[in-house]
């Protein structure tokens, strides 16, 4: 089965400074798609990033980015110079290339400190 | 079009009542997907439509929950003799290939059963 892992309940950072959000999964496929979502209060979930399992390079989103290590399963997101605007509930998502549904961690709330 | 949209955003019903979602997604996407999220938590997979065929059912989707997709077009996720653990947001999101690029997301109905 499927599982994601987000074992940061919650974070914070200070404005203009970078937070890096932590994400474990487990999965026996090699062919999948991992992706960050946010989730702003009160409010719709947006696509942050997402990574194709079979390419090596990190993905990057102008101030987001991602570490994937296929070995270790881990996809941590980085976001660099952070902004009021980024504070949100951030959700780690999985789902098999062949599949149709996402399988989310718990999420992480993100605090941006002014 | 400017996105999934979701009616209505809030429920307030009574335990027994049955009650009924729509969901419109995208006009151009064929695939609809219905989660649900509680509270503390990521959101968990219901069920999918391609088109008007509802391919995929999740456990958690009991004998009182049903979803249609009459037409390919807009759903709809009956509820039928609410219980209090149904409480959750109910979220719809819609995509045009199998999701290599995410979903977009509605903004969510959320049903407080009492």
């Known amino acids: 089965a499927q599982t994601v892992t987000q074992s940061q309940p919650e974070m914070s950072v200070q404005e203009a400074e970078t937070v890096t959000l932590s994400c474990t999964y487990d999965?026996?496929?090699?062919?999948?798609?991992l992706f960050w979502y946010k989730q702003p209060p009160s409010r719709q979930m947006i696509l942050v990033i997402r990574q194709e399992a079979y390419k090596q390079q990190n993905a990057t989103e102008n101030r987001f980015s991602v570490n994937f290590q296929k070995a270790a399963k881990s996809f941590s997101l980085k976001i660099s110079d952070s902004q009021l605007g980024d504070a949100a509930m951030y959700f780690c998502a999985y789902r098999r290339n062949t599949g149709n549904q996402f399988y989310f961690g718990t999420g992480t709330s993100l605090t941006v400190i002014p | 079009d400017t996105g999934v949209s979701q009616d209505p955003r809030h429920k307030i019903t009574k335990r027994g009542q049955n009650v009924t979602f729509r969901c419109d997604p995208i006009?151009?996407?064929?695939?609809l997907y219905w989660y649900r999220q509680t509270l503390g938590q990521g959101p968990e997979f219901l069920t999918y439509f391609q088109n008007e065929a509802q391919l995929e059912k999740s456990r958690l989707l009991s004998d009182r929950f049903s979803a249609e997709r009459p037409k390919g077009s807009f759903s709809t996720l009956e509820i039928q003799r609410t219980e209090q653990g149904d409480s959750a947001m109910y979220l719809c999101?819609?995509?045009?290939?199998?999701?290599?690029?995410?979903?977009?997301f509605g903004s969510g109905t959320r049903l407080t059963v009492v």
């Open positions: 999965t026996s496929e090699s062919d999948y798609y």
């Open positions: 999101a819609s995509s045009l290939d199998q999701g290599q690029v995410g979903y977009t």
């Open positions: 006009s151009e996407h064929n695939r």
